[in-house]
């Protein structure tokens, strides 16, 4: 069984930045993609960006694109998600996801492991 665990949230002024980390236990998650979801208050969950099992290829939601960065150490088994030039419109409960089941990257329902999220307020 694959358990992920997020950390780095918290709360910083707009323009900031804030590096997520997401640490997997259980098994190795190297032939693995992962992603990075969130979930703004009353909103539902929606894609942020994703990576291949090497990281060659990289997908990322417009929304996010040219501020946010997703990598991967796989000697750690470990995935990060590096948020530059915050805005307000970016808090939300940040979630990693893996083993992606191909089809949509950005679909919730084709990752079949979550954490628990780590919360990510930006202010104004």
């Known amino acids: 069984q694959l358990r992920l665990v997020e950390s780095g949230g918290g709360l910083v002024q707009a323009g900031g930045s804030l590096r997520l980390s997401c640490i997997a236990s259980g098994r190795a998650v190297t032939s693995e993609s992962m992603a990075w979801f969130r979930q703004p208050p009353g909103k539902e969950r929606e894609f942020v960006a994703a990576l291949t099992p090497t990281g060659d290829v990289k997908n990322y939601s417009d929304s996010v694109k040219g501020r946010f960065t997703i990598s991967r150490d796989n000697a750690k088994n470990t995935g990060y998600l590096q948020m530059n030039s915050l805005k307000p419109e970016d808090t939300a409960l940040y979630y990693c996801?893996?083993?992606?089941?191909?089809?949509?990257?950005?679909?919730?329902?084709?990752?079949?492991?979550w954490g628990q999220g780590t919360q990510v307020t930006v202010s104004s």
């Open positions: 996801a893996a083993h992606w089941r191909g089809s949509s990257w950005s679909s919730v329902s084709r990752y079949d492991y």
